[in-house]
């Protein structure tokens, strides 16, 4: 299983859509395989969600993010969590242990809402 995690540097990002980097890792039997790091490609309505589900994710965890990202991921059959804080490869454990779940925190909802804009 391909998890992408939204980060700013290794901690996981409080905003999907203006993160520095996903980190990408590569699961099996429940435990990390292999990991790298790839850049934001650049925000763009919509274009977050393809450009993740076409590398293979299968699971993207964030801290917060918009509802059109969320539908985009929905259709395309891939795990949301957010609501996620700390080092990004401790919460990819977490949810790996069954431990991580989403708070379902989309970003118009939360303290920096007037910080998300349309993503």
């Given at each position: 299983m391909k998890i992408a995690v939204a980060c700013?540097?290794?901690?996981?990002?409080q905003h999907f859509g203006h993160c520095e980097?996903?980190?990408?890792?590569?699961?099996e039997n429940g435990k990390i395989t292999e990991s790298k790091s790839v850049a934001n490609p650049g925000h763009k309505p919509g274009f977050l969600p393809n450009f993740l589900g076409d590398m293979g994710a299968e699971v993207i965890i964030s801290g917060g993010m918009g509802g059109g990202a969320i539908e985009i991921f929905n259709e395309r059959n891939i795990?949301?969590?957010?609501g996620a804080e700390g080092n990004a490869q401790d919460a990819v454990e977490s949810y790996l242990k069954g431990?991580?779940?989403?708070?379902?925190?989309?970003?118009h909802d939360h303290m920096h809402a007037d910080e998300c804009g349309n993503h």
């Open positions: 700013m540097g290794e901690l996981v990002a980097s996903f980190c990408l890792f590569e699961t795990e949301v969590i957010v431990e991580l779940k989403s708070t379902g925190s989309i970003c």
